[in-house]
């Protein structure tokens, strides 16, 4: 299902809550990549990635595109930084207005659940994908550009 995204401050700044074994979470992800899919082709800005609550769920589950698609990402975390930072605009379905400059990691490992079968695995990402990838942790965490 597309859903309205949420761009109430006070609601986005509540940390997400983890993933627990057992919870159901098939109409989180299915509603994130079908709300990130919609936005990509009709937004005006497009869409690298979205998180949870920006949709009405408090989870620590969000959505980047990798080779063309959106995966999700669950129970989320940065394992390791590095190349240093690097300052860009990023724009936010959640924060109308325009785009902000935000510093972040040029590179990083990120651990998390695989959604095909809840194995914790852990990745490298660069550039573009890293960059979302900390944009969508920043939500999980509270935290707006």
């Given at each position: 299902m597309i859903n309205k995204i949420v761009t109430d401050r006070a609601a986005l700044s509540v940390p997400c809550s983890p993933v627990a074994e057992g919870d159901f979470i098939g109409d989180i992800t299915g509603d994130l990549i079908e709300t990130a899919e919609y936005y990509l082709n009709h937004g005006l800005n497009g869409c690298a990635g979205l998180a949870a609550n920006q949709i009405g769920y408090a989870k620590r589950i969000f959505v980047v595109?990798?080779?063309?698609?959106?995966?999700?990402?669950?129970?989320?975390?940065?394992?390791?930084?590095?190349?240093?930072?690097?300052?860009?605009?990023?724009d936010c379905?959640?924060?109308?207005?325009?785009?902000?400059?935000?510093?972040?990691?040029?590179?990083?490992?990120?651990?998390?659940?695989?959604?095909?079968?809840?194995?914790?695995?852990?990745?490298?990402?660069k550039g573009l994908t890293a960059r979302a990838i900390q944009h969508e942790l920043d939500h999980l965490d509270g935290k707006l550009i």
């Open positions: 595109v990798l080779n063309g698609q959106f995966v999700p990402f669950i129970n989320p975390e940065i394992v390791k930084k590095s190349g240093g930072m690097a300052s860009n605009t990023e379905l959640s924060v109308p207005g325009g785009a902000r400059k935000v510093s972040r990691y040029k590179r990083i490992r990120v651990a998390f659940n695989d959604y095909r079968n809840g194995a914790r695995v852990e990745f490298n990402f």
